[in-house]
């Protein structure tokens, strides 16, 4: 009897060591990657705006016939703000083509690149106010954003960001063997009892 008791209080000590490792796991968010994240849709929405108003600025420099370099200038610009964009998803493919937007300074300087063409040409803008003051504020913002990711990229954020992804992903893999294992070994019991007469 007090053999069943014991051995019953070790199932249930087995059956609750994994319950409280998934627990431990998934409740506690990594927030230094969660405010990265932030940051990143932050300059992502930032790019997309010296978008819009490098399209806009282009569509007025083309009908303007004398403004026709101007128009090539903001359709370069809105090629590298695009860059921009798809460089803040991380995405694996683009890391691989391009090494320098995987640093926080490279990107940073792409991202400064882009403000200032954003903010390029502004004096016949000066007429329309308020498309004046949107170009000012896209630029200032990515800006702002490229100075941040150059100065964290110094100071080797970027490094320690990669290593806490890395570590992230590892435990989530090992949570996925463990729920695996679970799994397998409840298969494994439901077939013991089967078997048993």
């Known amino acids: 009897m007090e053999g069943e008791s014991s051995s019953g209080v070790n199932e249930n000590a087995d059956s609750a060591v994994p319950d409280l490792t998934r627990t431990r796991v998934r409740s506690r968010p990594d927030c230094f990657l969660i405010a990265c994240r932030c940051f990143s849709v932050i300059t992502s929405l930032a790019a997309i705006l010296c978008i819009a108003v490098n399209i806009l600025s ?38 691989k083509f391009s090494k320098i937007l995987e640093y926080w300074a490279g990107r940073g300087m792409l991202q400064i690149f882009v403000a200032v063409m954003t903010r390029a040409y502004p004096e016949y803008l000066r007429d329309r106010q308020e498309f004046f003051l949107l170009q000012s504020i896209a630029s200032y913002l990515l800006l702002a954003c490229g100075v941040i990711y150059v100065v964290m990229g110094i100071l080797c954020i970027g490094v320690v960001k990669r290593a806490r992804q890395r570590k992230k992903i590892s435990a989530e893999q090992a949570l996925k063997d463990l729920e695996d294992l679970e799994r397998r070994r409840g298969e494994l019991e439901a077939l013991l009892i089967t078997d048993q007469p």
């Not at 128009?71 to 809105?78: E, H, L, M």
Request: charged fraction near 20%.
């Open 58 to 95: 282009a569509i007025r420099s083309f009908k303007n016939v004398s403004d026709i370099f101007d128009g090539i200038f903001r359709c370069y610009a809105v090629v590298i703000a695009v860059f921009v964009v798809i460089a803040e998803t991380e995405w694996e493919f683009i890391i």
